[in-house]
T-cell receptor
Framework: AQSVAQPEDQVNVAEGNPLTVKCTYS??????LFWYVQYPNRGLQFLLK??????LVKGSYGFEAEFNKSQTSFHLKKPSALVSDSALYFC???????????FGKGTRLSVIA | SQTIHQWPATLVQPVGSPLSLECTVE??????LYWYRQAAGRGLQLLFY??????ISSEVPQNLSASRPQDRQFILSSKKLLLSDSGFYLC????????????FGSGTQLSVL
């Protein structure tokens, strides 16, 4: 069975500093990896995905993520955090075919001015 | 372009009452459809998914059920709500034929009192 771990419930970063939100996964076969962001009382918005190819994936709003197969990780990163980046971030994984997307429990990012 | 509609946005129901949440997708055909629940602003729990009309996979046994009477319609139901059914319910879809991301509806905040 596939699973996702986001080890940090909360990440606090000063505005302008780099940020990292951690994610590790477990899946049979090649992983399909995703990051989503959620603002209060809203649905989830897609940030980026890794399917195949370059291990460094660039996404929306200046975010990027690095796929590391040996460490089964897909950490989300941004070089310079903004206060507006404060939100709940979800990592997700699925296998091939019609397998459903499984989400981590989320990491709340707070960027402090 | 494709859109997903989910309603109602908020719902307050007494314990023991029935539930029906509806989700429809426009602009695509044969989508995979999903219901997720989010408790207390945190992790997403996959409840049901469907790869076709009348085909429902249940991920978590509980007093909820799902149906897919039409290709682009996905309904979440309960005959008798429990307090523990309170949460934020999200409908989502993705194309079956690509490695595309999930697209989420705006969610329904259900409070069972």
């Amino acid at each position: 069975a596939q699973s996702v771990a986001q080890p940090e419930d909360q990440v606090n970063v000063a505005e302008g500093n780099p940020l990292t939100v951690k994610c590790t996964y477990s899946v049979s076969g090649n992983p399909y990896l995703f990051w989503y962001v959620q603002y209060p009382n809203r649905g989830l918005q897609f940030l980026l995905k890794y399917i195949t190819g370059d291990n460094l994936v660039k996404g929306s709003y200046g975010f990027e993520a690095e796929f590391n197969k040996s460490q089964t990780s897909f950490h989300l990163k941004k070089p310079s955090a903004l206060v507006s980046d404060s939100a709940l971030y979800f990592c997700a994984v699925r296998g091939s075919g019609n397998t459903p997307l499984v989400f981590g429990k989320g990491t709340r990012l707070s960027v402090i001015a | 372009s494709q859109t997903i509609h989910q309603w109602p946005a908020t719902l307050v129901q007494p314990v023991g009452s029935p539930l029906s949440l509806e989700c429809t997708v426009e602009g695509t055909s044969n989508p995979n459809l999903y219901w997720y629940r989010q408790a207390a602003g945190r992790g997403l729990q996959l409840l049901f998914y469907s790869v076709g009309i009348g085909q429902i996979s249940s991920e978590v046994p509980q007093n909820l059920s799902a149906s897919r009477p039409q290709d682009r319609q996905f309904i979440l139901s309960s005959k008798k709500l429990l307090l523990s059914d309170s949460g934020f319910y999200l409908c989502a879809w993705r194309s079956r034929t690509t490695n595309e991301k999930l697209f989420f509806g705006s969610g329904t905040q259900l409070s069972v009192l």
